[in-house]
T-cell receptor, first 112, second 116 residues
Framework: GQSLEQPSEVTAVEGAIVQINCTYQ??????LSWYQQHDGGAPTFLSY????GLEETGRFSSFLSRSDSYGYLLLQELQMKDSASYFC?????????????FGRGTSLIVHP | GAVVSQHPSWVICKSGTSVKIECRSL??????MFWYRQFPKQSLMLMAT?????????EQGVEKDKFLINHASLTLSTLTVTSAHPEDSSFYIC????????????FGPGTRLLVL
C-alpha cells in the first residue's frame, strides 16, 4: 500500500513563490504526479516526475528525490487563479495496472 | 489533452433509487477505467479499476454489489449506484487510461450526486 503526506493548507501573496512538499511511502514506485483542482471541478494534470530532478513547465516546476521519497511542486509568480487544491499522487503496480493513489491535498490560498 | 465526458454532471435523487453515471473517452481508447469518489475537502479515493471486457477490481471497503461498474467498450464505462443512501452523496470522477503513457492521467469533469 501507499501513503502520502502533504500540508493541508498554504497561503501566499500574489507574485510570490510557493513550494508544496510531498513525502510518500510505497512498496513499488512508478512516478510522482501533481494535479490541480479548483472548487467544484475535476483534477487537471500538472506534472510528472519519473526520475530524480526538476521538471519545469512554465510557472510550475516539480522536483523528485527517490532516495528521500520526497517531491515538491513549485509555483512561481503566483496569480489569484492559482488558488486551488493541489494533490500529489504516486503509482503502484497492481496486477497489470498502475494504480494511482492521491495525497490528501494542499489548499493553496493566494492573497492580493 | 484527452477529452473525457461524464453524464450527468449532477443529479439529485431520493434514497433507495439507483443512479447511473456514464463516462466516455471521446478521442482515445480507454483500456482501463478508474472510478474515484471525493467527499468535500477530501482527497480522491479510488473505488475500483476496470479493464475493458473484464470484471472490475474493487478497493477494500467498496461494495461491488452496490457500485456496479460496466466497461463494455473502449470508449464507455458506467457506474451505477444502486439503492442510493444519503451517505453516498459525493463527487464521482472517472479517469480513463489508454495503453500509451503512464505519465498523464486524465479525468472526467465529475458527477455530483446528492441523495435526499
Amino acid at each position: 500500500g501507499q501513503s502520502l503526506e502533504q500540508p493541508s493548507e498554504v497561503t501566499a501573496v500574489e507574485g510570490a513563490i510557493v513550494q508544496i512538499n510531498c513525502t510518500y511511502q510505497t512498496s513499488g514506485f512508478y512516478g510522482l504526479s501533481w494535479y490541480q483542482q479548483h472548487d467544484g471541478g475535476a483534477p487537471t494534470f500538472l506534472s510528472y516526475n519519473g526520475l530524480d530532478g526538476l521538471e519545469e513547465t512554465g510557472r510550475f516546476s516539480s522536483f523528485l528525490s527517490r532516495s528521500d521519497s520526497y517531491g515538491y511542486l513549485l509555483l512561481q509568480e503566483l496569480q489569484m487563479k492559482d488558488s486551488a487544491s493541489y494533490f500529489c499522487a504516486v503509482r503502484e503496480k497492481s496486477g497489470g495496472s498502475y494504480i494511482p493513489t492521491f495525497g490528501r491535498g494542499t489548499s493553496l490560498i493566494v492573497h492580493p | 489533452g484527452a477529452v473525457v465526458s461524464q453524464h450527468p454532471s449532477w443529479v439529485i435523487c431520493k434514497s433507495g433509487t439507483s443512479v447511473k453515471i456514464e463516462c466516455r473517452s471521446l478521442d482515445f481508447q480507454a483500456t482501463t477505467m478508474f472510478w474515484y469518489r471525493q467527499f468535500p475537502k477530501q482527497s480522491l479515493m479510488l473505488m475500483a479499476t476496470s479493464n475493458e471486457g473484464s470484471k472490475a477490481t474493487y478497493e477494500q471497503g467498496v461494495e461491488k454489489d452496490k457500485f456496479l461498474i460496466n466497461h463494455a467498450s473502449l470508449t464507455l464505462s458506467t457506474l451505477t449506484v444502486t439503492s442510493a443512501h444519503p451517505e453516498d452523496s459525493s463527487f464521482y470522477i472517472c479517469s480513463p487510461k489508454g495503453l500509451a503513457g503512464l505519465e498523464t492521467q486524465y479525468f472526467g469533469p465529475g458527477t455530483r450526486l446528492l441523495v435526499l
